[in-house]
């Protein structure tokens, strides 16, 4: 229900940005990647995304995008109880799990300001998030800086096998940024994000295997409070190409900290082929409950990976083909080709004893 | 503390830019200047990422929760 009481307000204010006139929106287009994450202790991810971005009005873009996330894992359910360096994947259950995902949004233009109502809803079977959120920008100085800011709920239910009912969680996110243009070939952000939830803040599919060989459920507090701050600048090249690089700092009140450090380089090699490469360094501090080892007597316990101190490494490799050009003229139609292959490879390691291979192969076609 | 002095620091940083011009902007257009143009992967790399490590966000808000980290 309280859910509903803030979808419905979204849902008259978005009718009501749909009657407004305004100026005109980003390109239309249909994205279908599917990617494929093999990850070491037994576990991948198939993950066919269905996007589409299409103006409904000459102001007015509606986007919508399905993904499902089809889990598989060796990993049993008594395996799964968890000693505190062994990984456990996506589900205790073994075998195969399925997320569904849905996102709506609805961007609207009005001068220099843009709105962008959306809504998120993400279903699995111990678990079903729904996230309405907005957000709103707006140009100054001649289009050359952008202010965003936005909000997002997250009325989330875990619905965990060992948990007996199931338990809420509820975030409040917060997020500001500024987009500076530099130069006519540099461009730079900054941004900020905060976070406060309660609730259950485990999975409900994960124990604890203590010191005496006992097993005992996770314990988490049930409040975080988490804050982000991000810089990322790109620069132009004169090879017909462009680098990034990012920074991101974050703390959160359990103590976590992290850095992460991200160059991404893009450059044709031809006309109608560019190439990117990537490199992302990740390093956290541990949660101030984590141990190698419980007694049990401990207010809190886990055994979540995530939660513990560890750096990681991401290479990645994406190649995007732009096909164009007139069709088989035999045809009746008149049309031309005007579309994009991608694949991409990443290579993802942790150094808590985790790796990961991601593939992705996708077609974007402008409508 | 530490996020007003960077917002501090990037609006001195950025005060002194000339501006640029809407028939300037043809490089800074391209999908190859534009943070996260790719909507689609980026999505795909936040859940991957905040499944498997311990902080999320920065820029944007953040989605939807999952039963996967």
Not at chain 1, 74 to 81: K, L, Y
Not at chain 1, 262 to 267: A, L, R
Not at chain 1, 345 to 355: A, M
Request: with cysteine; aromatic share 14%; net charge negative.
């Amino acid at each position: 229900m309280g859910a509903i009481k803030v979808i419905m307000p979204f849902l008259i204010f978005v009718g009501f940005l749909c009657f407004h006139p305004g100026a005109v929106l980003a390109e239309d287009y249909v994205h279908t990647p599917v990617h494929y994450y093999d990850i070491n202790h037994g576990l991948t991810i198939a993950k066919p995304v269905f996007s589409i971005s299409q103006d409904v009005t000459l102001d007015t873009n509606l986007s919508m995008r399905f993904t499902v996330d089809r889990v598989k894992t060796e990993v049993s359910g008594v395996d799964a109880i968890s000693g505190a360096t062994q990984y456990v994947g996506a589900s205790a259950q073994g075998s195969t799990d399925t997320r569904k995902e849905i996102a709506v949004s609805v961007a609207h233009v009005i001068g220099e300001w843009k709105i962008e109502p959306g809504y998120l809803l993400s279903v699995e079977h111990d678990y079903k998030s729904h996230a309405p959120s907005i957000t709103v920008s707006k140009d100054f100085f001649q289009r050359n800086t952008t202010l965003t800011m936005g909000y997002a709920h997250n009325f989330d239910e875990v619905m965990g096998v060992y948990l007996e009912v199931s338990e809420d969680k509820n975030i409040n996110n917060y997020a500001i940024s500024l987009t500076q243009v530099l130069t006519s070939e540099t461009i730079a952000q900054i941004g900020y994000t905060f976070s406060d939830g309660s609730g259950y803040m485990g999975t409900g599919n994960r124990k604890v295997r203590l010191e005496n060989d006992q097993e005992m459920h996770e314990f988490l507090p049930e409040e975080r409070g988490r804050e982000a701050v991000g810089f990322r600048i790109a620069q132009w090249l004169p090879t017909n190409g462009s680098v990034q690089f990012s920074y991101r700092y974050y703390t959160d009140d359990w103590q976590i900290d992290s850095n992460t450090y991200q160059v991404q380089i893009n450059q044709y090699v031809a006309d109608a082929i560019l190439v990117r490469g990537e490199y992302r360094y990740y390093d956290q501090s541990g949660a101030y409950f984590v141990k190698d080892s419980y007694t049990g007597a401990e207010k809190y316990l886990t055994s979540a990976t995530s939660l513990r101190a560890f750096n990681a490494d991401l290479y990645g490799i994406k190649l995007i083909y732009a096909v164009r050009g007139p069709m088989d003229r035999d045809w009746d139609w008149d049309w031309d080709w005007d579309w994009d292959l991608e694949a991409k490879y990443e290579r993802y390691t942790q150094s808590n004893d985790l790796e990961a291979n991601i593939f992705m192969l996708g077609i974007r076609l402008p409508l | 503390m530490r996020v007003l002095l960077f917002i501090f620091l990037f609006l001195i940083f950025s005060s002194g830019c000339a501006i640029v011009q809407p028939y300037e902007r043809e490089t800074l257009s391209k999908p190859i200047m534009q943070f996260d143009s790719d909507k689609e992967e980026a999505a795909a790399r936040e859940h991957f990422l905040n499944s498997l490590e311990g902080s999320s966000g920065g820029f944007g808000v953040v989605g939807g929760g999952c039963g996967c980290n």
